[in-house]
């Protein structure tokens, strides 16, 4: 039974099984499939389609045009042992796919109280999204990926089945994980790594291709990558190299951005 109080649109298409709390809000063509429960604080936006036996728990925001399959777990206590039950969100943004059984968890006050996913991400089944993530827009993440709480995932990166990223890492825009690989530092943006630990392995040319780069930009991010990882140089050095390739070359300016904010390292 659906509580009455519940703001819940009336195009909204909800099975008589699932159950409704009182302070959901749900939007203009929601669907919600059998046995799923909608906790407090939830919010669905117009058009997303949550399916059979899923369970979300608030505060938890969801933006448009979502579709979330069956046994999910949205927005439920984050998995770390510092967490007293403090208001912390989950915020989801339109337009991904949340395939099957993923666990996406709520921040922590400790890492600022969001987990955040942005728009058009492609989630496969069985992911986790630790407390306090911040995950970018298009993104893939295949079967199994894992990331563990405060990781920073940019815009386009491809996670292969059952990468699993440690706490507090950064994953660079267009980066590429190899299946299984285990990453303990941050990666670059462009770059591909693979095995555990995670080395590099190239730049993600065939990526870049299909997201439009031309030819010559894509041979000046190779470039910048052999500086980075094929020379010999100290990273210092490397990244003094890096600013004066970056005068001419907007894409190289985001890979030498990305390296001063670097916190953990890099993979090297």
């Given at each position: 039974?659906?509580?009455?109080?519940?703001?819940?649109?009336?195009?909204?298409?909800?099975?008589?099984?699932?159950?409704?709390?009182?302070?959901?809000?749900?939007?203009?063509?929601?669907?919600?499939?059998?046995?799923?429960?909608?906790?407090?604080?939830?919010?669905?936006g117009?058009?997303?389609?949550?399916?059979s036996?899923?369970?979300?728990?608030g505060p938890?925001?969801?933006?448009?045009?979502?579709?979330?399959?069956?046994?999910?777990?949205?927005?439920?206590a984050?998995?770390?042992?510092?967490?007293g039950?403090?208001?912390?969100?989950?915020?989801?943004?339109?337009?991904?796919?949340?395939?099957?059984?993923?666990?996406l968890?709520r921040?922590?006050?400790?890492?600022?109280?969001?987990?955040?996913?942005?728009?058009?991400?492609w989630?496969?089944?069985?992911?986790?999204?630790?407390?306090?993530?911040?995950v970018?827009?298009?993104t893939?993440?295949?079967?199994?990926?894992?990331l563990a709480?405060?990781v920073?995932?940019?815009?386009?990166v491809?996670f292969?089945?059952f990468?699993?990223?440690?706490?507090?890492?950064a994953?660079?825009?267009?980066?590429?994980?190899a299946?299984?690989?285990?990453?303990?530092?941050?990666?670059?943006?462009?770059?591909?790594?693979?095995?555990?630990?995670?080395?590099?392995?190239?730049?993600n040319?065939?990526g870049?291709?299909?997201?439009?780069?031309?030819?010559d930009?894509?041979?000046?991010?190779?470039?910048?990558?052999?500086t980075?990882?094929?020379?010999?140089?100290?990273?210092?050095?490397a990244?003094?190299?890096?600013v004066?390739?970056?005068?001419s070359?907007?894409?190289?300016?985001t890979?030498?951005d990305?390296?001063?904010r670097?916190?953990?390292?890099?993979?090297?």
């Amino acid at each position: 039974m659906n509580d009455a109080r519940a703001t819940i649109h009336p195009s909204a298409n909800i099975d008589p099984s699932a159950r409704i709390a009182p302070s959901a809000v749900i939007g203009e063509d929601v669907s919600i499939g059998p046995w799923t429960i909608v906790g407090e604080g939830v919010e669905i936006g117009p058009g997303t389609t949550i399916a059979s036996h899923c369970v979300l728990h608030g505060p938890t925001r969801i933006g448009c045009g979502n579709r979330i399959y069956p046994f999910c777990s949205i927005g439920d206590a984050p998995q770390d042992k510092k967490y007293g039950g403090e208001h912390t969100v989950l915020e989801i943004g339109d337009s991904n796919t949340i395939r099957e059984s993923c666990t996406l968890n709520r921040g922590t006050v400790q890492g600022g109280g969001v987990t955040r996913i942005g728009h058009g991400n492609w989630i496969m089944a069985y992911v986790h999204v630790a407390h306090d993530c911040l995950v970018g827009d298009h993104t893939i993440m295949a079967n199994g990926t894992t990331l563990a709480g405060h990781v920073r995932v940019e815009d386009h990166v491809i996670f292969g089945a059952f990468t699993v990223v440690h706490q507090f890492c950064a994953i660079g825009v267009h980066a590429f994980t190899a299946m299984g690989a285990v990453i303990f530092k941050d990666v670059p943006p462009y770059v591909t790594v693979s095995g555990n630990s995670a080395a590099p392995h190239g730049i993600n040319a065939e990526g870049l291709r299909r997201h439009g780069f031309d030819a010559d930009v894509i041979r000046e991010i190779r470039r910048a990558y052999k500086t980075l990882y094929k020379q010999g140089h100290a990273l210092v050095d490397a990244k003094r190299l890096l600013v004066a390739q970056a005068e001419s070359v907007e894409e190289v300016r985001t890979m030498v951005d990305f390296l001063q904010r670097s916190e953990r390292g890099i993979v090297r």
